[in-house]
């Protein structure tokens, strides 16, 4: 047993912890977790005197609501996880399928039910909770008071409305708590008889309210109960986890619990906030993280494809300049699509029939401030078709002026005038013209002139 709580804030530490501790079926004692208060690493529980307390009946360990959680929580059975200033007592036996409720959450907001929450815990530690020290062969508990479910089954049947405490909350149901460690669960549907959004809007952590038990099956530790239906009816009086104890929930608690719901509301509301905040700014840093490692390897493979056609231009002879000839411009498209375009990709974007309009090579010649590449580029785009689903390309019929006038077509073969974008952002951005054959198998793309934004014409 260590002299000090264990601080877990290395997630590779946490790791270690989850598999040789708590998960080990040798453990035989329970483990305390006292979550640190996001970004001020404030603990409702001071771990050092409850260690002192405890001594070798518990192990006390301190875990940092941050990496530290979210490793835990990834690690553990599902709801069984603690953060944020919580507290959570694991006891022996914890495995995959253990049930949240055998090992108590505590959510803490104040000073007061830090206290409380510590004295439970003791309590229930030292006084051997029978989930710490598992029954004898015989099935029977060494001290069946102790045990809450066996309370409940004693003194409570469905149908009886019962009064409860609420201890936690999320967007579909309510726990609330009718013995400490025996919690009753609450669906959205059953807290009120009208819609609700959210059950925070009806109820508060820690405030007492009635309950109608629906179900009640102490075997497996489970109760399903409902706030609305316990409306107008008679409350039936507290029960005590022991004989000799005070009813667990009697009129000073409820007094005090109606006193200091507002402000303790106020602060759950902060905290559960702050965690959704939390779970907003990992799901921004992981979505931008993946967007960055797309960009990096679409960085790479155009710097690749830069490198193959700049080897493959060294290679040309003098007289193969894109511009030479049409065949020329022709072949460079071809080598264009072969270096940009992978295998998957020529799978779902076949090269379409090309040809080079009589005018064409002269007015990509005659129109400066474009470059030759990115009119290849932007070919092998067209006459692949890939070009109608790039945005920045605004691909669209040839229409004889701006507004409503008509688009453009040829007599002679049927063809269709189109337009895309070689360039966006400035004033004279330039276009690439074509006309689109039609084909028995297939189009031909003729490309026809490359012009400033404002130039519908098109070569016949």
């Not at 295998?343 to 400066?368: C, H, I, S, T």
Request: aromatic share 6%.
């Amino acid at each position: 047993m260590p002299d000090k709580p264990l601080h877990l804030s290395d997630p590779e530490k946490v790791e270690a912890f989850v598999r040789e501790v708590l998960l080990s079926p040798e453990r035989k004692i329970p483990v305390v977790a006292i979550s640190t208060v996001p970004k001020t690493g404030h603990v409702w529980i001071q771990p050092q005197p409850l260690h002192d307390e405890l001594g070798e009946n518990a192990l006390v360990a301190v875990v940092e609501t941050g990496d530290a959680t979210w490793r835990l929580s990834g690690l553990l059975p599902d709801r069984l996880d603690v953060f944020g200033g919580a507290v959570r007592v694991w006891w022996p036996q914890l495995h995959a399928d253990s049930n949240p409720y055998d090992h108590p959450l505590n959510l803490i907001f104040d000073e007061r039910k830090a206290d409380t929450t510590r004295r439970q815990i003791v309590r229930s530690i030292l006084a051997g909770d029978s989930r710490a020290r598992p029954a004898a062969d015989s099935g029977t508990p060494s001290n069946p008071a102790a045990d809450p479910w066996a309370r409940l089954r004693d003194e409570y049947r469905p149908d009886y409305v019962v009064r409860g405490r609420v201890a936690h909350i999320t967007d579909r149901y309510v726990l609330v708590e009718l013995l400490p460690g025996a919690t009753a669960i609450v669906h959205i549907s059953e807290l009120d008889y009208g819609w609700l959004d959210n059950p925070a809007d009806s109820v508060a952590i820690d405030q007492v309210v009635a309950v109608q038990l629906l179900s009640l099956d102490t075997d497996a530790q489970r109760c399903e109960a409902s706030i609305k239906r316990a409306y107008g009816q008679e409350v039936r009086p507290g029960i005590a986890l022991r004989p000799d104890d005070p009813p667990f929930l009697g009129d000073a608690a409820i007094e005090r619990t109606a006193n200091t719901a507002s402000g303790e509301t106020q602060r759950f509301d902060e905290l559960e906030e702050e965690r959704l905040q939390l779970l907003d700014e990992r799901k921004r840093l992981v979505a931008r993280n993946r967007e960055l490692g797309e960009l990096l390897a679409t960085q790479r493979k155009e710097i690749k494809s830069l490198e193959d056609r700049l080897a493959y231009r060294e290679r040309l002879p003098g007289h193969a300049d894109p511009l030479s000839s049409e065949t020329a411009f022709i072949s460079a498209v071809r080598v264009e699509y072969a270096l940009r375009f992978g295998e998957d990709d020529r799978k779902r974007y076949p090269l379409q029939r090309m040809k080079v309009g009589r005018e064409f090579l002269n007015r990509v010649r005659d129109l400066d401030g474009i470059d030759v590449d990115k009119i290849l580029e932007v070919a092998a785009q067209v006459a692949s078709a890939r070009c109608h689903e790039i945005p920045g390309r605004a691909v669209h019929e040839l229409h004889a002026g701006e507004g409503g006038t008509p688009t453009r077509a040829r007599t002679s073969d049927g063809a269709r005038a189109w337009r895309c974008a070689l360039q966006i952002g400035t004033p004279s951005a330039r276009r690439l013209h074509w006309w689109s054959i039609p084909g028995a198998d297939g189009a031909t793309i003729e490309f026809a002139s490359v012009a400033v934004h404002d130039d519908f014409g098109i070569p016949e």
